[in-house]
């Protein structure tokens, strides 16, 4: 398996190119305005890899996204969850959705919460193992935190029901993958999309998040909840202006 994160650590935003070396198919997820889309285009060709599709994790609220510009230049469509509220033509995907990689897959997750358009994405190298390697998991679980419910849609009824799907997202879904699962979430850091508790460090392992994060050991909907929105931070002021222009920049024909 390939796998290459791309870290734009001033914004603390991540992205990926995966792939099988074998196969010479390989995806990029979450691709970044600020790295450009040449730049991905080179990685994945230096790597021998083609890239067979452009996939995003949710619709962004902290950084421009260039995924439109680069599913055009390789003759694609952007794959998002099937919620992503798009006027025109992206590849939705759903739950249990997978993408072969020769012997790499990647499954999709729905982990709403951070968006009601929110996945993640399990990646296995059946060469290896049966079992799960990675899991690139948005902004559902972050290092230390979670994503904040609250850029979508902030009225309290909404944001209050956003925190529920968060809390199922990830105690129904991303908690029940084996403790050795590497995780690689969207963001971390300087991001504007975690809470207070947003680790400066971009990977850990399920395991390790299930023992020592704050969210992840509330086992309670109710306080995971109560405990989310009471320790929200102000929402950042350019959120809904990123967010508009990604929701454009993702438009495909």
Not at 145 to 157: A, F, Q, S
Not at 167 to 190: N, Q, R, V
Request: charged share 20%; hydrophobic share 40%; aromatic share 6%.
């Amino acid at each position: 398996m390939i796998f290459l994160p791309i870290w734009d650590g001033s914004h603390g935003c991540a992205s990926f190119i995966v792939g099988d070396d074998a196969d010479g198919r390989g995806i990029v997820v979450d691709p970044l305005a600020v790295i450009g889309a040449d730049t991905y285009i080179l990685n994945a060709a230096e790597m021998g890899l083609k890239i067979v599709d452009v996939i995003e994790t949710h619709v962004h609220a902290d950084h421009h996204s260039i995924a439109r510009e680069l599913a055009e230049k390789t003759g694609l469509l952007v794959s998002m969850g099937h919620r992503a509220p798009l006027a025109t033509a992206f590849n939705p995907l759903h739950e249990g959705d997978r993408i072969d990689l020769g012997g790499v897959h990647v499954t999709v997750l729905e982990t709403p919460g951070h968006t009601p358009d929110s996945i993640s994405l399990v990646v296995t190298d059946t060469t290896r193992s049966p079992d799960p390697w990675l899991v690139l998991s948005g902004d559902s679980l972050f290092v230390g935190d979670v994503g904040r419910p609250d850029l979508v849609d902030p009225t309290p009824e909404l944001t209050e029901r956003a925190a529920l799907d968060q809390f199922h997202s990830i105690h129904d879904k991303i908690l029940s993958l084996p403790d050795t699962t590497e995780l690689y979430p969207a963001h971390y850091g300087a991001s504007a999309c975690g809470g207070l508790f947003l680790s400066p460090k971009p990977i850990s392992t399920v395991g390790y998040e299930r023992r020592w994060n704050r969210f992840a050991q509330i086992t309670d909907p109710e306080e995971f909840v109560s405990q989310l929105l009471s320790l929200l931070k102000p929402p950042p002021v350019d959120a809904a202006a990123i967010r508009s222009q990604n929701l454009g920049n993702l438009k495909t024909h």
